[in-house]
């Protein structure tokens, strides 16, 4: 399918490269693969879809992807209390946010190895004719995968908010919050990604510049309970 694939997207026109990948990109691409399938949720990922277009047999499938499968999927699921389906997106949500960060610094790194190389192949006398070409190839298709890989992680944003949304409407209850807070803590990561901000670092690896979004569950004013000291 590969052989396939760069042939398919060199007769299209699109960069090839047949640079070995470092060690860098193989781990990118490794961390990355996680966000692009979803094996554990019955294809609402279009994990076929996904494997035509890692092949290149198929150029940008994603960019069709319906953001309601994930809830189609909860909802047809049978659950013994509904108040399950709730736990289950905000658990999905927090893998997700475990995870967010390294797959960030395999990103960084590669983006710093595609400097190198530029730098490098502007400097080498030696170096074979076609090498200005290769890296700037090899440059293009690391900038589709990170590309795919903030698509992927927005498509599963909205994924997670249809599924609250609809679910908020469906069988209210109280495990909404949850939910609300989990993609709040998601959506600077998103916003992050879409900006091509991937290599700051601070508290949890992270530096984020603008705060999370608000609650979207309008509920009565709250209460707190009285604190009891020991």
Partial sequence: MPTL????????????SAFNQTDQEREMHDRVWRFLIAP????????????????RIAANLDTRFIADRYYSTLRSTQYQ?????????A?????????IPTTFAAICRVIEVD??????????????PDAAAQVAARKWENDQTIGWFTRALTYRYQS????????????????????????????PY????QAGDFCLSGGDGLIFKDTAIASRYATAPFTPEPLVRK
């Fill in 91 to 99: 658990d999905d949500i927090a893998i997700d946010i475990a995870t």
């Fill in 160 to 187: 997670y908010s249809v599924a609250l949304e609809r679910l908020l409407v469906e069988t209210p209850h109280e495990e909404g919050r949850v939910v609300d807070a989990q993609l709040a803590r998601m959506q």
């Fill in 5 to 16: 694939g760069n042939a398919r997207a060199a007769a299209d026109g699109e960069p090839v």
């Fill in 40 to 55: 554990h949720a019955h294809d609402w990922f279009y994990d076929t879809a996904v494997e035509l277009q890692r092949t």
């Fill in 190 to 193: 998103v916003a992050r990604a």
């Fill in 115 to 128: 400097r190198q190389r530029a730098i490098a192949v502007s400097n080498v006398t030696l170096a074979a």
């Fill in 81 to 89: 209390s509904s108040r399950v389906r709730y736990r289950k997106v």
